[in-house]
């Protein structure tokens, strides 16, 4: 396992500018998960580092070694992709032998069984290995894809979206799993998520990305109590975050045009007037869609609410967040 | 693959299934023809009208692997009773064996020269088609149009040219001057076709081959390959055919050790009495190689012939 450094990458597919001077440390052993929206540039970055791409400005290290003209394969780096890249004319078992009998390990055969084995175990597909790759439904095609990078000990594990079309109870163990694997090995990951929840519960840092560019890099709870700007805080967050006129409650602070309020920044029984839209009782929590002067706000209150669409409830800010026009944190 | 086709109802069914035997028919008659001939004695293969039901005989089968002689009473004394079955047909004729013919020779060279040139055809077919198709390779489109443009023209328009050049690199009436031109002209089809197959094949696989440890050539030889093997066995199959029938070329650069079946079978017809048994015989074993090479592969084929039109 190793530090990776990405040092300035820059990276343009034809005319769009696809990464512009990304710098970030992932350190030994950490689980750095990459958050943006589709384009902003997560799986370009894993590109870079995998070495299936080459950027035009910038370097990556991976244990302090330069990465400049080294293939994929020197590089020794496993990669999860998001299309699961199952290789169709070979079975499970051969898929998960595949980087193990590459000339690179030329692992023995027993040790290959037995790899092949532990992991087929753990992603619970030992019943499928001889099946043909293509005779499986779209969730086991991600777990033996997950399963191709963890037969092998690389310097990084690269995962796009490895979760993402997993039921919600296999998503749950498998993110459970993952992070085991990850604490017991000491295995360096840079993890690509749309899912907010394995973000939060998986991650060691988190880097938001918005457009190619690294806006904010640190842990999960730094991102979510203190972001940047408008966009940070919105990566992060369910239900998301309320980006309201600065002056809706009252005095704003110097220059600020939004406020943010997460729903534990909303204190309910004091302060505005807001009608209750709308009551969504999910079980464990109750979410709560006021109307504020035209304005929606989405929060959360006790589970066995006895408000009702129609009812008037008073809500006041509390640490609120302020942001400039143009999105940026102030306050 | 997946067609969302309605089930015919059973009038047009008929009448599909009516028009196919009626092609068919038409097309194999020739062939069952050539094939019957093959079996017939020289009197009943110009018999007329045609003999439909006759006495089988190998004599066309003897005959297309022997050079005879008219007997004379001397010779027979010193030949001595025939020994074996052949004999006996040939002695039937009165005539003598006096050696094999060049057929099985013949044969030989086209066996060499078409599964040759086919072989080397998709050896360089495949790694060009592959570098097309996944690499920026400067003027792509200029020399991918340059390329189908060497198949605009009937090859045998190059004829005399081609015969120079072979004529000064002393490549003439050899297998390896055969095997290069069939698999120039076959070449510029193969890397098109190809480029097809591979280009449907998600660049993603081999990424991930190159992340599991491997180099560039080893992702191609172990992923790409396997999976291009659909593509790989119908354009094997074009190349051998052209390669395997050709004349023109073959008659203009080959006569004596390099010649093709296709220039010697219309020679066996020998002077005097015309020996069409002999001649289909000929054909007939000469069909046999591409009919066994077309079979083996004909699950491929269906695919490739249909490839592009139906979608996965």
Same mark, same amino acid.
């Given at each position: ?79 999860? =992709? ?15 032998? =595949? ?13 290959? &069984? ?102 904010? =890099? ?7 109590? &203190? ?21 809706? =409650?009252?005095?704003?602070? &110097? ?46 209150? &006790? ?29 | 693959?997946?067609?969302? #086709? ?51 005989? %190998?004599?066309?089968? #003897? ?55 086919? /072989? ?23 020399? %991918? ?83 291009? /093997? ?9 190349? %051998? ?16 050790? /390099? ?23 000929? /054909? ?5 190689? #591409? ?22």
């Amino acid at each position: 396992m190793a530090e990776v450094v990405l040092d300035g990458i820059t990276k343009r597919y034809g005319d769009t500018l696809a990464l512009k001077d990304v710098s970030m440390t992932v350190p030994d052993g950490a689980f750095v998960v990459l958050l943006g929206p589709t384009g902003a540039g997560k799986t370009t970055t894993l590109r870079m580092v995998s070495g299936l791409d080459v950027p035009e400005g910038g370097d990556v290290r991976i244990g302090g070694q330069s990465m400049r003209g080294l293939s994929p394969a020197q590089r020794n780096v496993a990669m999860v =992709f998001q299309q699961y890249s199952l290789y169709p004319h070979l079975t499970v078992r051969e898929n998960l032998a =595949f980087p193990l009998k590459s000339p690179l390990l030329r692992t023995p055969q027993a040790q290959i &069984d037995m790899k092949v084995a532990e992991v087929a175990e753990v992603l619970q597909i030992a019943h499928k290995l001889d099946n043909k790759a293509t005779a499986l439904s779209g969730g086991e095609m991600q777990r033996v894809s997950i399963g191709r990078a963890l037969v092998r000990r690389p310097s990084v594990y690269l995962m796009d979206e490895p979760l993402s079309s997993l039921d919600a109870k296999l998503r749950a163990d498998l993110r459970i799993e993952l992070k085991r694997i990850q604490a017991t090995s000491g295995a360096t990951l840079l993890y690509v998520t749309h899912d907010q929840i394995e973000a939060m519960t998986m991650a060691t840092h988190v880097g938001v990305l918005d457009r190619g560019r690294l806006v904010q =890099f640190g842990t999960p709870r730094e991102i979510y109590e &203190d972001p940047v700007s408008v966009y940070a805080a919105s990566r992060l967050g369910l239900p998301r975050i309320n980006i309201l006129p600065a002056d809706l =409650f009252g005095r704003a602070p &110097d220059g600020a045009a939004q406020i943010g309020l997460r729903p534990e920044q909303i204190r309910q029984g004091e302060g505005t007037d807001a009608s209750v839209r709308r009551v969504e009782r999910l079980g464990d929590q109750t979410r709560l869609h006021l109307t504020i002067r035209d304005h929606d706000i989405v929060t959360v209150t &006790d589970a066995h609410t006895t408000l009702e669409s129609g009812d008037i409830v008073k809500i006041r800010p509390e640490r609120a967040f302020y942001f400039d026009a143009a999105g940026a944190r102030i306050a | 693959m997946s067609l969302s #086709v309605t089930d015919p109802n059973p009038r047009t069914k008929w009448i599909a299934g009516a028009l196919v035997i009626g092609y068919a028919i038409v097309t194999i008659m020739p062939l069952l023809w050539i094939i019957a001939t093959g079996f017939k004695s020289p009197a009943d293969s110009i018999a007329y009208p045609p003999k439909v039901v006759f006495e089988p005989s %190998l004599e066309g089968y #003897v005959n297309l692997f022997t050079e005879r002689t008219r007997a004379t009473e001397g010779m027979l004394e010193d030949a001595g009773p025939p020994t074996t079955w052949y004999e006996r047909i040939v002695r039937d004729q009165g005539m003598v064996i006096t050696g094999p013919s060049r057929y099985g020779e013949r044969f030989l060279n086209s066996v060499i020269i078409g599964f040759g040139s086919t /072989a080397l055809c998709m050896l360089l077919g495949t790694m060009a088609a592959y570098a097309f198709s996944r690499f920026r390779v400067p003027l792509k489109d200029d020399l %991918l149009f340059f390329i189908l443009s060497t198949r605009m023209m009937p090859p045998i328009a190059v004829a005399i040219p081609i015969f120079l050049m072979f004529r000064g690199l002393g490549l003439n009436d050899t297998h390896l001057g055969m095997i290069l031109l069939y698999t120039a002209v076959n070449l510029s089809l193969s890397v098109w076709l190809l480029k097809g197959f591979i280009d449907e094949i998600p660049v993603e696989y081999e990424e991930a081959a190159l992340i599991d440890g491997y180099t560039r050539f080893q992702a191609f030889y172990k992923v790409v390959l396997p999976q291009a /093997a659909t593509g790989i066995a119908s354009t094997a199959i074009f190349c %051998l055919i052209f390669a395997w029938n050709e004349y023109a070329f073959a008659v203009l650069l080959t006569s004596g050790t /390099a010649q093709t079946a296709p220039p010697f079978i219309p020679t066996i017809i020998g002077v005097g009495g015309k020996d069409w048994p002999a001649v289909a015989a000929g /054909a007939t074993i000469f069909l046999v190689p #591409v009919m066994v090479f077309t079979i083996l592969l004909r699950k491929h084929l269906l695919r490739g012939i249909t490839f592009g039109a139906v979608r996965k």
